[in-house]
């Protein structure tokens, strides 16, 4: 008998495991109307930075092992500049001879914006030089900030040749010691790095403080967190940041590896030639971030278990929830695979 004919073959038909979308939308954190058709005087909603999704049945109705992550779509509309976080430098110089105390101010950008480098550059300026304490007609200083095509900033007072030698610090001077340096401020925005570049910031001053580059975003990802997606990992999500926090779905990352630098180019004004940006940094402008993951996240699931809820919280990148300036932000979604092996 024919050793390679159908009846000494021995075949085994593999089933590939079948699975199931579940989209998660944002925008359904808020209803107008009960699941019973009463219509409610005023919606009901819950915080974009802070909620959970969950319908009368059942998201997801047991039978699955895994979930994985499939896709993200985050549309990011947070001010790089916001009026109590992120708008205020203190800045103090050191004349000579030495005054009994050294003159300071608090230096603040208004509003609640996304602003580029360059008006954030011309702000700074334009605040400096006018200040009562510090500015050109108390002091002497001539301030100048600008944004380099690097990417970064530099702030001096050398160019009006006795210009005082001064800090930058993301609060008042002397309450550091008794107050915690915040890792997020106006500084941060602008690539100062306060808390592993003190010296050079804060304790040493000099008539030229700079920064080699910055993100200009308000954070340089996002930390989307779930609870109860999570609660079946034997082994817990973490990170390097002391109040890290485990449960993640994902970090999203506002910049990805398809993100560069501006590039200057020579434009003619009309007067002259000047070089201009071809593109804002990611963060500096609204745009939408949409991530399909090559490596993404599987979750551990109990077979038995239903997805009846899913809670949803936003971090930032030094741990705090998201800041969100009004609930008018647009809705991010989310998808996954829910599979049975």
């Known amino acids: 008998m024919n050793p390679y004919s159908?009846?000494?073959?021995?075949?085994e038909s593999v089933r590939q495991a079948s699975d199931v979308l579940l989209c998660l939308d944002s925008a359904d954190r808020g209803v107008s109307q009960s699941v019973t058709g009463e219509v409610y005087p005023v919606p009901i909603t819950q915080p974009y930075n802070d909620f959970i999704l969950q319908k009368p049945q059942a998201l997801v109705q047991g039978g699955i092992k895994r979930l994985k992550l499939n896709e993200v779509r985050f549309p990011y509309?947070?001010?790089?500049?916001?009026?109590?976080l992120t708008d205020v430098i203190w800045v103090t110089i050191y004349p000579s001879p030495a005054p009994?105390?050294?003159?300071?101010?608090?230096i603040t950008i208004t509003g609640t914006l996304f602003r580029t480098g360059d008006e954030i550059a011309t702000a700074l300026t334009v605040a400096l030089n006018a200040d009562v304490v510090i500015?050109?007609?108390a002091s002497g200083n001539v301030w100048v900030v600008d944004y380099?095509?690097?990417?970064?900033?530099?702030?001096?007072?050398?160019?009006?040749?006795?210009g005082d030698p001064f800090t930058l610090s993301p609060i008042k001077q002397s309450t550091i010691g008794t107050v915690a340096l915040p890792a997020k401020s106006l500084l941060s925005v602008m690539g100062f790095d306060v808390i592993n570049n003190y010296n050079d910031i804060v304790g040493v001053p000099s008539q030229v403080k700079s920064s080699s580059w910055s993100s200009?975003?308000?954070t340089q990802y996002i930390d989307i967190v779930s609870v109860n997606l999570t609660r079946f990992q034997t082994i817990a999500d973490t990170n390097t940041r002391q109040n890290s926090r485990g449960n993640?779905?994902?970090?999203?990352?506002?910049?990805?590896?398809?993100?560069?630098l501006p590039t200057p180019i020579p434009i003619w004004n009309g007067t002259d030639i000047v070089n201009v940006n071809t593109a804002s940094p990611a963060g500096s402008l609204p745009f939408v971030i949409h991530r399909q993951f090559q490596e993404p996240k599987v979750f551990r699931w109990e077979n038995e278990a239903s997805i009846n809820a899913i809670?949803?919280?936003l971090y930032d990148d030094v741990g705090n929830l998201l800041f969100f300036p009004n609930e008018s932000m647009p809705n991010f979604q989310i998808s996954f695979k829910c599979s049975e092996e």
């Open 216 to 218: 200009l975003s308000y």
């Open 77 to 84: 509309s947070i001010p790089n500049v916001v009026v109590g």
């Open 135 to 137: 500015g050109t007609g």
């Open 6 to 11: 159908s009846s000494h073959s021995h075949t």
């Open 100 to 106: 009994p105390v050294n003159p300071f101010a608090k």
């Open 148 to 162: 380099t095509y690097e990417g970064g900033f530099i702030f001096d007072t050398s160019g009006s040749g006795t």
């Open 248 to 260: 993640l779905i994902c970090r999203l990352y506002v910049a990805d590896e398809n993100s560069a």
């Open 311 to 313: 809670d949803i919280q």
